[in-house]
């Protein structure tokens, strides 16, 4: 521990790395930044997948087949690490049966997927839903797998794809993130060393790492749950 570190210390450091990340988010486009394509496991002529990422408000992805065997496979460019996967369901639905009740995300290599996180939509929701948080690494295919519409529906209508994502790279921790500039808003970080606050972070970085692997053997976590420090928190 550094000479005069507290508790405090620690706290102001954490919240330092996680605006840190989310400033580099702010202004990013990452679904066109890091998607590298989006298949589908079928749909109607003029609802193609292409809506799904085309930021309009008055188009949408419309499936067109069996009941329970709707998906859609996200490919990402080598590096991509996700933060947050949401659906944008289609608020304007004449009809609820369009509207996906439940979902399972997977990942991984088309090969070998892992399931990730099944999720129970709200009946009342009509909006952004979050589907995924906090992935730790890279996975080079996600694939969201429509199980389930409202009122036993058989085909889905989604407005689009939303994602926040970063590069792995990006996790890598620097001294220079830790300039005097950089502290400002930080008052008990102001007069530390950089390379005291990078070895500190990196410790933390580590903590958390470690506390994640093995959250889900300490905690009983609901399916809905990914079983992060960050779910958690």
């Known amino acids: ?44 002529e003029d609802f193609r997948a292409t809506h799904l990422t085309d930021n309009q408000t008055h188009s949408f992805w419309e499936s ?25 369901l289609d608020g304007q639905a004449n009809c609820n049966s369009f509207v996906p009740r439940r979902v399972a995300v997977y990942g991984g290599t088309l090969n070998s997927m892992q399931h990730l996180r099944t999720v129970l939509i709200n009946e009342n929701s009509f909006r952004d839903v979050c589907i995924l948080r906090d992935m730790k690494t890279y996975l080079p295919v996600l694939e969201i797998r429509i199980l389930e519409c409202r009122d036993q529906g058989y085909n889905v209508r989604l407005r689009g794809i939303k994602i926040k994502s970063f590069w792995e790279w990006d996790l890598i921790l620097n001294a220079d993130m830790f300039q005097k500039a950089q502290l400002v808003r930080y008052p008990l970080l102001e007069g530390m060393d950089a390379d005291v606050l990078y070895r500190r972070a990196v410790i933390i970085q580590r903590f958390v790492q470690l506390l994640d692997s093995v959250l889900s053997y300490l905690t009983p976590l609901s399916e809905d749950s990914i079983g992060t420090f960050d779910a958690l928190r």
């Open 1 to 44: 521990v550094p000479p005069g570190w507290s508790y405090e210390h620690d706290v102001e450091l954490g919240r330092f790395l996680y605006d840190h990340s989310e400033r580099e988010l702010q202004h990013r486009d990452c679904t066109k930044e890091h998607l590298s394509s989006i298949e589908v496991s079928s749909q109607l």
């Open 64 to 88: 067109n087949g069996p009941r329970g065997q709707h998906w859609v496979r996200l490919n990402m460019k080598k590096g991509t690490i996700v933060k947050k996967l949401w659906l944008v």
